[in-house]
């Protein structure tokens, strides 16, 4: 079947402007992870859910990241007030379930002017 | 001390050479570990997983996993030009959902 989906591919907004990134998972799978990468980094982990429940939000960097997965298959992820240092580029990842490897999207590059 | 250690490279091979890919990890409550492949300007893309100590060989590659070492290594054996690309170690922790990356290591393949 498909795999991770991801959308906009790019988005540029002006610093103070709210975004929302979309990703679609794989079929069934129960579990969807978010990721940021900077430039010359590993992704760093931002949140984790299993279905609809967000289990494990640790790596939200401020209240100004906000994620959801309402019906347990597609998520957003929601930036308000977005700054600067906001840009990078922003992986989902699902898999089957937690401990299973991690498929990943191709990433929203986000970019703050 | 970093959770996930890697040299960053690049690590330079001739085509057809076995490229050595190492990366040390400080969580020992890990237990599964994956070996990811980047090419510049894409995502991710899974190549290797282990969880048991010693080796798994899934066609060219080779993951070796010593835990009481807290080490984990990627072999690529008849590397390829195609090769070229960053390798990210992750273990799988914080109670074993989140992969945690290290900053990977560049490999290029040298024709």
């Known amino acids: 079947g498909a795999g991770v989906s991801q959308s906009p591919r790019y988005k540029v907004a002006k610093r103070g402007q709210d975004v929302a990134l979309r990703c679609d998972p794989i079929s069934g799978h129960v579990s969807l992870f978010w990721y940021q990468q900077a430039l010359g980094q590993g992704p760093e982990f931002l949140t984790y859910?299993?279905?609809?429940?967000?289990?494990?939000k640790s790596g939200l960097p401020s209240d100004r990241f906000f994620a959801e997965r309402p019906e347990g298959s597609v998520s957003t992820l929601k930036i308000q007030r977005t700054q600067q240092e906001d840009s990078a580029v922003y992986l989902c990842?699902?898999?089957?379930?937690?401990?299973?490897?991690?498929?990943f999207g191709d990433g929203t590059r986000l970019s703050i002017l | 001390q970093k959770e996930v250690e890697q040299n960053s490279g690049p690590l330079s091979v001739p085509e057809g050479a076995i490229a050595s890919l190492n990366c040390t990890y400080s969580d020992r409550g890990s237990q599964s570990f994956f070996w990811y492949r980047q090419y510049s300007g894409k995502s991710p893309e899974l190549i290797m997983f282990?969880?048991?100590?010693g080796d798994k060989e899934d066609g060219r590659f080779t993951a070796q996993l010593n835990k009481a070492s807290q080490y984990v290594s990627l072999l690529i054996r008849d590397s390829q030009p195609s090769d070229s690309a960053t390798y990210l170690c992750?273990?799988?922790?914080?109670?074993?959902?989140?992969?945690?990356f290290g900053t990977g290591t560049q490999l290029k393949v040298e024709l």
């Open positions: 992750a273990p799988l922790t914080g109670g074993g959902n989140k992969l945690t």
């Open positions: 859910f299993q279905n609809e429940a967000q289990l494990d």
């Open positions: 282990i969880y048991s100590n």
């Open positions: 990842a699902s898999s089957l379930d937690g401990g299973q490897p991690q498929h």
